[in-house]
Structures are given as C-alpha cells and as structure tokens.
C-alpha cells in the first residue's frame, strides 16, 4: 500500500514539474514588439521578429485621432481610439515580409514586419 502511494506522489511531482517547465517554455515562445502611431505614421516602420515564435505586437496610438492598424496578409486588425494601446498576437510566421498600414493614414502609415 506504501509503494502505490509513493508512486503515486512520484507521478505527482513529476506531472507538476512537467507542466511548470511547459508553462515556463511557452512563456518564451512569444516574442513582443512595440509599435507607435504617431502623427498618421508608424513608428518603427520596419519590425523584425524571429520566424517560428508566437509575436505579441503591442501597438500604442499616441494621436492626433484615431487608427486601424492591419496586416492584410495575416487578416489581423485592431482598431485604436488616440490614447489607446492594444495587444495584438500573432502565430507563428514563416521566413517572410507582412506589410502593414494604418487605414485611417494609408499614404503615410505603412510599414513591414519582417520573419527570419
């Protein structure tokens, strides 16, 4: 009876310790950028982010008025109101450029996400 409890305990700790080192894995498995809006355009313009990683694009929108940020390729927007900072994740992205653009500002707000 001792035995099954101690293999018991011993599948326990071994499960906890599995799923901590998975939870502590997928926390580096995203990579964060920000990104500006400032006067109708983006700030940086070029985003570089490693091919294979989840990406976490914080994108902040200092004004003046408001901005929809979109990668058009990636089907992702995110409409900001001037003062707004959102979070926009990404999955993982092959080797490539993704242009951006801000729809409010399209000939001034343009940029690349770059993977490698």
């Given at each position: 009876m001792?035995?099954?409890?101690?293999?018991?305990?011993?599948?326990?700790?071994?499960?906890?310790?599995?799923?901590?080192?998975a939870?502590?894995?997928?926390?580096q498995?995203?990579?964060?950028?920000?990104?500006?809006?400032?006067?109708?355009?983006?700030?940086?313009?070029?985003?570089?982010?490693?091919?294979?990683?989840?990406?976490?694009?914080?994108?902040?929108?200092?004004?003046?008025?408001?901005?929809?940020?979109?990668?058009?390729?990636?089907?992702?927007?995110?409409?900001?109101?001037?003062?707004?900072?959102?979070?926009?994740?990404?999955?993982?992205?092959?080797p490539g450029?993704?242009?951006?653009?801000?729809?409010?500002?399209?000939?001034?707000?343009?940029?690349?996400?770059?993977?490698?």
């Open positions: 001792a035995a099954k409890f101690a293999k018991a305990r011993a599948l326990a700790a071994a499960l906890m310790l599995a799923t901590g080192a939870a502590a894995d997928a926390g498995d995203v990579v964060e950028r920000e990104l500006v809006i400032r006067d109708g355009r983006f700030q940086p313009e070029l985003i570089e982010v490693p091919a294979g990683r989840r990406i976490r694009l914080v994108v902040r929108n200092e004004g003046p008025g408001p901005e929809e940020f979109e990668i058009p390729d990636l089907r992702k927007e995110v409409v900001l109101n001037q003062g707004t900072t959102r979070r926009a994740v990404l999955a993982p992205l092959r450029e993704y242009p951006f653009l801000g729809e409010f500002h399209p000939d001034t707000a343009r940029g690349r996400l770059v993977a490698r």
